[in-house]
C-alpha cells in the first residue's frame, strides 16, 4: 500500500454515522410519529411496539395527487462566476460546534484540507424562526450551487402519520430563505444543485415529486414513505416503498424510477419495514456511476413476510441482480483474530464506501447489544460478485486503528481517511 499524508490546519472531524469513532445509527422507527424532536440524523435508539400478526397489502383506490403550489424559479448561482466553497462534502461530518454545519474538502496543493462552515448563526424567516438554529431540522446541501435544501419537522401527516414540517432553501452565502412546500417527509438535490426530488405527504399517500429550477413539478411515484437518494448522473431516483406505514398499495422493497419517463423499476423486494431514519445512513447509495445502487437494512424482526439478517441490499439500478449482503458475511473473515477486548463482539461500522461490485467497510469491535460504533477499526475492502452475491475479502488496508473513514480519493482505487488532524489517501492495490 502506498500512503500519501497531507496536513490539514489542525480541525477535527467526528463522523455522525459510523466509523471507527462513530455511531452506525440503532433502528430508528419512524412509522406513526406525531412530532420528531431530533433530526432524522439523530442515532437515539427509539423502542418498537411489536405487531401480533406481519402487515398485509391491500389495493387501494386510486386517487387524485394533491395540487402543489406553482412554484416560481429560484434564483441560483451565475455558473460562470460560482466557485463552489467545497470539492468534496462530507454529510456525515459532525466537526466541533455541532451538526448544525457544513464540512468539506478542498485541494491543498496535490492534496486535501479539511473545511467547516458554520451554518449563519442570524438566518432567521418570519416564517420559519432561526430556521438553521433547531436539532429539528434535517437538510442536504449541493455543492454546485451553496444552497441548503432543508425540512423543519412540525407535526405528523398521511396515513402512517410520518414527521413533516416545511420545505425551504437556503442561499448559504447571501442567507436567504426561500420556503417551498408544507408537509414534507424528506428531500434530496439533483447533482446540478438546481432540481431536487421530495416526498409530500397527502391523506391518502405519500408522493415522490421532482421540481426542477424553472418551476416544474411533477408527481414520480406514490406510496413513498420515507427515503430518497438522486443518482449522480441526475437521471434516476432511488427510494423505498415499506410496509408499517398505512401505504399497502404496491410491494414493498427498493425501487429506482427514471425522473424522465417516470418508469420505475423494483430492485429489490426486500422490506425494511419502518426500521431506519431519513438522514445520510438510511439513504440508497449509489455508486458513482450510478450502475448499482445499496441500501443498509436493520434486520426486522418478522415485520415483514420475508425476515432477513441485518445488512446492505445491492442491487443493478436496471432490476438484473440483487442480493443482501449480512454484516455476518463481513466480519466472517475476521473471526479468527483475538478480541482486543473479550466482552466485545466482532461487527462492522460506517459509512460504507461503494463502488461497482465493490465495499469498504470499517470492522472493529463493539458492545453486544446497542449501535455499532466501533472505537477502534480496520478499513477492510471487499470484492463482491454480481451473479451469486458472494463476499471476498480483497484488502485490509494499513490505517492507524483510530483513522476516521472519510470518502473516496478516486473510487475503487483510493480512500481518504482522518487522522489525528491528517486527511491521508489510502491506494487500494
Known amino acids: 500500500m502506498k500512503l500519501k ?31 420528531i424532536a431530533t433530526p432524522a440524523l439523530s442515532e437515539a435508539e427509539v423502542a418498537v411496539a411489536q405487531p401480533t400478526e406481519t402487515p398485509t397489502q391491500e389495493e387501494t383506490a386510486v386517487f387524485t395527487p394533491t395540487p402543489v403550489p406553482p412554484p416560481t424559479e429560484t434564483a441560483v448561482p451565475n455558473p460562470t462566476t460560482f466557485t463552489p466553497r467545497f470539492e468534496r462534502f462530507l454529510p456525515f461530518a459532525n466537526p466541533e460546534g455541532g451538526s448544525n454545519s457544513l464540512t468539506g474538502l478542498v485541494r491543498q496543493g496535490d492534496g486535501w484540507q479539511l473545511e467547516r462552515i458554520p451554518y449563519p448563526t442570524g438566518l432567521y424567516n418570519e416564517e420559519l424562526g432561526y430556521a438553521l438554529g433547531t436539532d429539528s431540522v434535517d437538510s442536504d446541501y449541493a455543492l454546485a450551487t451553496d444552497r441548503l435544501i432543508a425540512w423543519q419537522f412540525a407535526g405528523g401527516a398521511g396515513p402512517g402519520n410520518l414527521a413533516v414540517g416545511q420545505l425551504f432553501i437556503v442561499n448559504v452565502a447571501t442567507e436567504e430563505v426561500e420556503i417551498v412546500a408544507d408537509n414534507v417527509v424528506s428531500a434530496g438535490w439533483a447533482p446540478n444543485g438546481l432540481d431536487f426530488a421530495y416526498i409530500l405527504a397527502t391523506d391518502e399517500t405519500y408522493e415522490l415529486r421532482w421540481r426542477t429550477a424553472a418551476g416544474e413539478d411533477k408527481l414520480l411515484a406514490v406510496d413513498v414513505p420515507h427515503t430518497l437518494k438522486v443518482s449522480p448522473d441526475g437521471r434516476f431516483v432511488a427510494f423505498t416503498r415499506e410496509s408499517w406505514y398505512e401505504v399497502d398499495g404496491t410491494p414493498a422493497g427498493l425501487y429506482v424510477v427514471e425522473i424522465e419517463t417516470g418508469s420505475e423499476t423494483q430492485v429489490s423486494p426486500l422490506d425494511r419495514a419502518g426500521y431506519g431514519g431519513t438522514g445520510p445512513f438510511y439513504k440508497p447509495n449509489w455508486t458513482a456511476d450510478s450502475s448499482q445502487v445499496f441500501q443498509f437494512a436493520y434486520t426486522n424482526d418478522g415485520r415483514s413476510e420475508t425476515p432477513f439478517e441485518t445488512g446492505y441490499i445491492w442491487a443493478a439500478a436496471d432490476g438484473s441482480f440483487s442480493h443482501l449482503l449480512p454484516q455476518t458475511g463481513f466480519t466472517a473473515f475476521f473471526l479468527d483474530e483475538p478480541l482486543n477486548n473479550p466482552e466485545l463482539v466482532r461487527c462492522v461500522g460506517g459509512p460504507a464506501l461503494v463502488a461497482p461490485n465493490q465495499i469498504v467497510l470499517p470492522v472493529g469491535e463493539c458492545q453486544a447489544f446497542g449501535p455499532a460504533n466501533p472505537e477502534i477499526a480496520q478499513f477492510a475492502v471487499f470484492t463482491l460478485d454480481p451473479q451469486s452475491g458472494e463476499v471476498a475479502l480483497t484488502a485490509v488496508l494499513p490505517t492507524p486503528n483510530t483513522a476516521q473513514l472519510l470518502t473516496w480519493d478516486v473510487p475503487s482505487e483510493s480512500i481518504l481517511i482522518l487522522d489525528d488532524g491528517q486527511i491521508i489517501s489510502l491506494e487500494i492495490e
Open 5 to 35: 499524508l497531507f496536513v490539514t490546519v489542525g480541525l477535527f472531524l467526528t463522523l455522525v454515522a459510523c466509523g471507527p469513532t462513530a455511531v452506525s445509527p440503532e433502528p430508528e422507527t419512524a412509522s406513526r410519529p406525531t412530532v
